[in-house]
C-alpha cells in the first residue's frame, strides 16, 4: 500500500472499471437521479471517478461541484511511500500509527481528528432536503462514518473502504451495495 494523501495522482484502469460498476449500481437504484446533488474531492482521481459514474448514470460527465473540504487527509512527510518503506525508515514513527490510527499525525501531515472538523463543517453545509452523491477518499470516509454512525475511533480509523462498492450513509445509518 502506498500512501497517496493529496498527491494528486491519476485513477488508474482498475479505479476506472470500479467507478462504472459503481455508477451502474447506482443507476440501478435511483435511475438518472433527478434531484440528487453530486459533489467531488477536487483531485483529479475523485474528478474522474464522479464522471464515470455520471457516465454510467447516463447523466451529463461534467455537471457536479467540487468542494475542497472533501480532498483526502494530508499523509505530510509519509506520501508517495509504502508502508514497507516507512517501517524500513522510521520503524518507531510509523508504528506509532498503530497505537492510536484516530489520532496519529504524520510528520507534517493530519490526523483523522483533524479531518473530523473540516468533514463535519462540510456535512453541516449541505441541504438536509436533499440527497447527495459524493466521491471523495478513505480518510474522509472514514471520518464520515464515525461523524454520521455514532462507532468508535478505532473502528472508524481502522475501516478499510472497498473501492467497488456504494455506501449510503446518513446519521445512524449505512447501507452498502
Do not use: C
Not at 470500479?18 to 438518472?32: C, Y
Not at 468508535?152 to 446518513?170: M, N, R, T, Y
Amino acid at each position: 500500500m502506498r500512501y497517496q494523501g493529496q498527491r494528486d495522482i491519476p485513477l488508474n484502469e482498475k479505479g476506472r472499471g470500479q467507478a462504472r460498476r459503481n455508477g451502474e449500481k447506482l443507476f440501478e437504484k435511483v435511475g438518472s437521479a433527478p434531484g440528487l446533488v453530486f459533489i467531488s474531492s477536487p483531485l483529479s482521481r475523485t474528478r474522474e471517478t464522479m464522471e464515470i459514474v455520471r457516465t454510467a448514470m447516463q447523466l451529463n460527465p461534467t455537471h457536479y461541484a467540487t468542494d475542497d473540504s472533501l480532498i483526502e487527509i494530508s499523509y505530510g512527510d509519509f506520501e508517495g511511500q509504502t508502508k514497507k518503506e516507512l517501517k524500513e525508515r522510521n520503524r518507531e514513527v510509523f508504528m506509532g500509527r498503530k497505537d492510536d490510527a484516530w489520532n496519529f499525525r504524520p510528520p507534517n501531515g493530519e490526523s483523522q481528528a483533524d479531518t473530523l472538523e473540516r468533514i463535519s463543517k462540510w456535512y453541516n453545509s449541505l441541504d438536509p432536503a436533499k440527497t447527495h452523491v459524493v466521491t471523495a477518499h478513505g480518510a474522509v470516509g472514514r471520518v464520515l462514518r464515525y461523524y454520521l454512525l455514532g462507532i468508535s475511533k478505532e473502528e472508524a480509523a481502522g475501516f478499510v473502504f472497498p473501492q467497488d462498492e456504494v455506501f449510503e450513509i446518513s446519521k445512524g445509518h449505512e447501507l452498502r451495495f
